[in-house]
């Protein structure tokens, strides 16, 4: 089997777009990065953060689409799997950090006294979506960006390295 720059569906492109249907795609993609990270270094509850998390996620997952090859293709499922398993972990949390009384990001320094296991499972949860290595969320990341080095996607790799960088300090606060 060949590797490389080997399309999703035989020689054809699964999805012909024009120019400038695919830079107005990029943009989107890059306004989605950029939004989520600076939308989510605003916020003072522990809920808010995740959900504009989801819109830079939102971004980086769209970079593995917009390859169209089995490469990217791949690091986009992997990409759903693992965020969707970091937001299921992390959503499953807030709830019992409520009952601890733990509204407000500033609230999770007593997390670690009150509920330890609680306060581990959060912090790894949260460095996983900030893609510390070598956690799954900072796999993820890997693979949908070089996939998108691989496909010729040189602006949106270094976009999303950045944004990526800017969202581990807003999830770094959390932990």
Not at 91 to 115: M, S
Not at 123 to 138: K, V
């Amino acid at each position: 089997m060949r590797r490389g720059k080997e399309k999703a569906f035989g020689d054809r492109d699964w999805i012909s777009f024009s120019s400038k249907t695919k830079k107005a795609e990029d943009g989107l993609r890059i306004a989605s990065m950029i939004l989520g990270a600076l939308a989510a270094m605003a916020q003072t509850k522990v809920k808010r953060p995740l959900a504009h998390s989801s819109i830079g996620h939102v971004g980086y997952i769209r970079t593995g689409f917009s390859c169209g090859t089995i490469e990217g293709i791949q690091s986009l499922l992997i990409g759903i799997f693992i965020y969707a398993s970091m937001t299921i972990d992390a959503f499953a949390i807030v709830p019992a950090l409520r009952q601890t009384r733990v509204k407000y990001i500033a609230d999770l320094g007593a997390l670690a006294k009150t509920n330890p296991i609680s306060a581990i499972t959060f912090s790894i949860t949260m460095f996983s979506y900030a893609g510390i290595p070598p956690l799954a969320g900072f796999r993820s990341k890997f693979y949908l960006f070089f996939a998108a080095l691989g496909c010729g996607a040189y602006f949106l790799a270094p976009v999303g390295v950045v944004t990526s960088v800017i969202g581990r300090w807003a999830a770094g606060r959390l932990p």
